[in-house]
């Protein structure tokens, strides 16, 4: 095999793309996992994120179904408008919450001096700045009492700000959301994220604001609330649950139109869901594998033909079935490991590289090559050597040392 590299590499390329994979899946999940939960950080370890939901519907509640449809994704057309503002006056009064406060969600476009953007708009209370860990770079936030006076004052995301403005400093500018003006406040310091949907991109406006002058709605979509005690989280949870059920005349937990998670629980659900992310990359990765076992295969079957004459003059000069097998096995073990290592390094340095690229967007986004990833990747390699190593060599210790010297 050392005779035709060219061949061992084509032969071993997908062991190689299949390790990588396995080595950017698992690298990736841990880097994006840091990410999340340093944003969920910025709320506090003792927040609580309350979403309305479209509850499960009579008939999946007959068949013991239980779904549902979170709208703060807006990936439903049914539109919830049970959360309101009286819901989070009710959780503030409750023993054990610190604060809590509203949001909305909006998109609009805003403009200054013939700059024009595409934005998202959350419209929340003062109550906000008491929870979110977000600093200012300049200005200052708005007021309690420019949310009770609908005011048309702005905090804007970092980026939003450099897009707008450039040079130019943006306190006390007017830009127009929509078709509004809006004086701007406060200029948040950067963030990261990705796209539109980045924090660094947003408009934040009075949540009154943007329910009565924007969007022309009197509900929410999203209440965030923070706790005093976490050893209480569960049972706040729980005492918010009823009170949520109280306020929208719900008798069955069933039927609840609204999800309430602590800081702990949503990082559940997310590792719920990279789980699930991750098992299928893997499974893509794992048929890679496959295919280089197959290719394995089949370069050992020629390596067997090649060398019909080395096997029959090592059987004649008293070399035994399991010397044979052992060599061939052993031969096809280091190819699909030598395939493991180059593709341990090929999907580290590419994990690297997303996460050089995630920096470049400000995100919080660590660069992590876990040990099990590379167990997990070197034990699948030297497996499938093993598995699709041992025909070739049996076939080989099969032959019989006559008739092989005579092939030759």
């Known amino acids: 095999m050392g005779n035709n590299k060219v061949r061992t590499l084509l032969t071993t390329l997908g062991i190689i793309i299949g390790s990588a994979m396995v080595i950017l899946v698992f690298s990736a999940g841990a880097g994006f996992k840091s990410y999340i939960e340093a944003e969920i950080d910025s709320y506090g370890s003792n927040a609580v994120f309350i979403e309305t939901r479209v509850p499960p519907t009579t008939q999946a509640l007959a068949n013991g179904v239980s779904e549902s449809i979170n709208t703060s994704t807006g ?12 819901d989070v006056a009710d959780i503030k009064r ?11 969600i909006g998109q609009k476009a805003a403009a200054y001096k013939g700059v024009k953007k595409n934005i998202m708009f959350w419209g929340s209370d003062p109550g906000r700045f008491q929870i979110d860990k977000g600093e200012l770079a ?33 306190i006390n500018k007017i830009i127009r959301v929509g078709d509004l003006n809006f004086t701007v406040v406060g200029v948040y310091e950067e963030r990261g994220g990705f796209g539109p949907h980045s924090t660094d991109n947003v408009v934040f406006i009075p949540l009154r604001t943007a329910q009565k002058k924007i969007l022309g709605i009197d509900h929410l979509v999203t209440v965030i609330a923070q706790i005093e005690e976490s050893d209480a989280a569960e049972a706040t949870v729980e005492d918010i649950r009823a009170i949520l059920r109280r306020n929208h005349n719900i008798d069955d937990p069933k039927k609840d139109d609204f999800l309430v998670q602590t800081s702990a629980q949503a990082l559940n659900t997310l590792g719920a869901v990279l ?15 496959l295919v280089g076992g197959v290719g394995i295969m089949n370069i050992m079957y020629v390596a067997v033909t090649e060398r019909i004459g080395e096997i029959g003059l090592k059987k004649a000069l008293g070399a035994k079935r399991s010397d044979i097998l052992s060599e061939f096995l052993l031969e096809a073990v280091l190819l699909t490991l030598l395939g493991g290592v180059a593709g341990i390094l090929s999907g580290a340095a590419m994990a690297f590289l997303v996460s050089k690229i995630a920096a470049s967007y400000g995100l919080a986004w660590d660069y992590i090559v876990p040990l099990y990833g590379i167990i997990i990747s070197v ?7 093993i598995v699709f190593g041992v025909f070739p060599a049996r076939n080989a210790a099969k032959l019989d040392p006559i008739q092989a010297l005579n092939k030759e």
């Open 94 to 104: 409750w023993p054990n919450v610190a604060d809590a406060y509203g949001i909305v």
């Open 275 to 289: 789980a699930g992310i991750n098992f299928l990359l893997i499974a893509v990765a794992a048929i890679s594998l």
């Open 75 to 86: 990936t439903t057309a049914v539109a919830i408008t049970s959360l309101k503002t009286r």
């Open 379 to 385: 034990s699948i390699s030297a497996l499938i050597g």
């Open 138 to 170: 300049s200005g200052r936030f708005y007021t309690e009492r420019e949310e009770l006076g609908l005011s048309q004052v702005a905090i804007l995301g970092y980026e939003l700000a450099r897009d707008l403005f450039g040079e130019e400093d943006p």
